[in-house]
């Protein structure tokens, strides 16, 4: 468990007992992840996944925001669509769990009553607008603070001769790499853009981990830190070596439909199967065993005859030692071995429901995945067997929504249903505490 430190003010604990987090155990600890820590976020344009993450593991976020409320409250898509600060579907997804405070920057006053909030902090998240406007000083807070953890999210990082350009979410992804990165094996098409921020959620995952490995150190040292964020860096790294194969060899990584980016296409990994719709065939097997697995399947489906490169599985299921990936294109018989494996999996999910291939690839050891829609993907049973999705009430709205809940499971730390998205200033009472 990470330690927080003993400078916490009473406010903050009562504040967090009185929304209902966390989930207490017999002896009365709170077994939540980041349970105790606190958290002040800085509301920026790529502050609030990191913000969010922290806060289903437990701490304690609060997010600053101006006088009437984040510029983030009026971006759609809007519940009901009902335009308003309190039902923007892009807020919600990123604030869900936190607490609210209104403060004037550029007043000396609200100046004042966010430098008190920072001091009963563990970690501090901001984008670089306080830090390159003389607002605040990491180095001034940690002469007095020492333990605390600053995590600056920006475009570019601190200090960089970018820090002034103009950003948005398309513009970061395409200058770090994922917009050039994916597309499809029909070059003619343009590259595709994520929808829903992704490089708002690359970062505040990096600004995540950033924020556990600083917290790591200080229960080491008892000392906090400056961490850099480049939102830029961070999209860059999601994509792979492509930037780094033109850095280092000059070779130009080309992109395919669901696979890894690469100098050379490689064998398809999607397959339209029986129902029209599609499926991923994942990885190839390796094993002799599961070469094994695969001639069965065929067979339990009648489809071996139909696959004359069969007797290349044959000879794998026949080996001693795993069939080694690098040499694919290298060494004649490991590639062929590889090329029938693909062809035997497309085949198979060819003659499937996109449903029944991936149930079946499941019970027979093959990573497999069948192409859901997102509508289609929270309302899977498998989704919901492992309670991913979770009921939020909305009392100012008289209703309860469905979100995703966390993506992993702890046994010793059990995630319950946050509590919704902050009004602008709910929590107003923080700042006179």
């Known amino acids: 468990m990470f330690g927080g430190t003993q400078s916490r003010r009473a406010g903050w604990a009562a504040g967090a007992h009185r929304r209902g ?7 009365g600890c709170d077994l939540n992840a980041l349970a105790g820590l606190q958290i002040v976020e800085i509301n920026d344009q790529f502050t609030a996944i990191g913000g969010r ?29 009902n335009p308003s600060p309190n039902t923007s579907l892009r807020w919600w997804s990123g604030n869900v769990g936190k607490r609210s405070v209104t403060v004037d920057l550029d007043t000396p006053r609200g100046v004042a009553a966010l430098r008190r909030l920072i001091a009963g902090a563990d970690i501090v998240i901001s984008g670089t607008a306080l830090v390159a406007e003389g607002v605040l000083a990491y180095q001034d807070l940690a002469a007095v603070h020492p333990a605390l ?11 960089s001769v970018r820090g002034d350009h103009p950003v948005t979410d398309l513009t970061m992804l395409a200058g770090g790499g994922p917009v050039w990165n994916c597309g499809y094996d029909d070059h003619s098409l343009p590259p595709i853009r994520g929808a829903g921020d992704q490089s708002a959620n690359i970062a505040g995952l990096y600004c995540a981990i950033g924020a556990l490995v600083a917290l790591a150190h200080r229960d080491q040292t008892g000392q906090g830190q400056l961490v850099d964020v480049s939102v830029n860096a961070a999209c860059n790294v999601s994509s792979e070596q492509v930037t780094y194969h033109w850095l280092v060899n000059n070779e130009t990584c080309v992109r395919q439909t669901s696979r890894h980016a690469y100098f050379t296409p490689s064998l398809k990994t999607q397959v339209q199967c029986a129902d029209g719709a599609y499926a991923t065939t994942g990885v190839l097997p390796r094993k002799p065993r599961e070469y094994t697995e695969l001639l069965c399947w065929l067979t339990d489906l009648g489809l071996r005859d139909e696959l004359p490169e069969a007797v290349f599985l044959e000879m794998a299921a026949a080996r001693d030692a795993l069939v080694d990936l690098a040499l694919i294109g290298v060494d004649d018989e490991t590639t062929a071995i590889l090329t029938a494996a693909r062809e035997a999996i497309s085949l198979i999910a060819s003659r499937l429901p996109a449903k029944e291939y991936f149930l079946q690839s499941q019970r027979r050891g093959f990573a497999a995945g069948a192409v859901l829609s997102p509508d ?7 989704v919901a067997a492992r309670g991913f999705r979770v009921q939020v009430s909305h ?13 992993y499971l702890f046994n010793t730390a059990p995630s319950a249903a946050p509590p919704r998205p902050p009004l602008p200033g709910e929590h107003n009472y923080l700042l006179d505490e």
């Open 149 to 159: 953890i600053w995590l600056s999210v920006s475009p570019f990082g601190l200090d």
């Open 395 to 407: 009392p100012e709205l008289g209703r309860t929504f469905t979100y995703p809940g966390t993506p």
């Open 21 to 27: 987090v966390g989930r207490i155990d017999e002896a």
């Open 53 to 81: 993450v922290l806060a289903e593991l437990g701490a304690d976020v609060v997010v600053v925001e101006p006088p009437g409320g984040s510029p983030d409250r009026l971006r759609p898509p809007f519940a009901d669509d």
């Open 376 to 382: 289609e993907a929270i309302e899977d049973e498998h």
